[in-house]
């Protein structure tokens, strides 16, 4: 199953790749892959992609990449990823379940961030090195271009990420089938105060490379 959003652009070799990775021979065979999404540049400059390029670079092959060495990657982005159909197949009653609940954050955690709370069901079902990261499959998305559209979408994705991020750290199973890559998380969810983005060190690097005088 490939997961993508509809303003994605996907490389011309990335597709082969992904399934190239769900189809070799492994000990533990991959049941989900998650693609690299790079910021779409659109051939002009506006310093706000420049930071959110680093932004993406950070969390995705540094975060991502160190989870994906620690045994797991910790969320599958919607916008581009491959899941194995019979691993979807097993967790799929639970995915789909209807969520009657006056409690904000149970519903939050499944309509909100739906990425999220499938990869934590196909962490929860299957085993370390089942959910990796690959880094040469690349796809690039359109993103914000002005403050106030930046502001918005950061809000739904930091509150997406605490409603599934906060659980999953408080889950004995997970800390028992992952005690490294949820060390990670656990601390990249402190340092940074947002679970698993680098905006703020993006931030920083933006301006660094500007008082330097360098192009970025």
Known sequence: LLFIDSDCAIKRDSLKLLV??????????????????????????????????????????????CEDQLGAVSCLPGSFCMIRW?????????????VVSDNPWDVRRVHIAE???LTYLILKTFGKGAVA??????????CPDQMQMLATQRK????????????????????RKYPEMMSLHAWTLVMTSVPANA???????????CFRHREP
């Open 156 to 175: 739904r994705w930091y509150l997406s990420a605490i409603v599934n991020d906060i659980p999953m750290c408080l889950s004995k199973e997970m800390w």
């Open 115 to 117: 990425d999220r709370y």
């Open 86 to 98: 019979q691993a979807f197949d097993q967790v799929q009653q639970e995915y789909f379940r209807l």
């Open 20 to 65: 190239r990775c769900m189809v070799e021979t492994r000990e533990v065979p991959f049941q989900a892959v998650a693609g690299h999404i790079k910021v779409d540049m659109r051939k002009r400059f506006n310093w706000l992609w420049k930071v959110q390029e680093c932004d993406f670079l950070i969390s995705q092959m540094i975060v991502r990449g």
């Open 133 to 142: 990261y690959c880094t040469v499959a690349e796809a690039s998305t359109e």
């Open 199 to 209: 905006l703020q060190v993006a931030l920083l690097a933006e301006a660094g490379m």
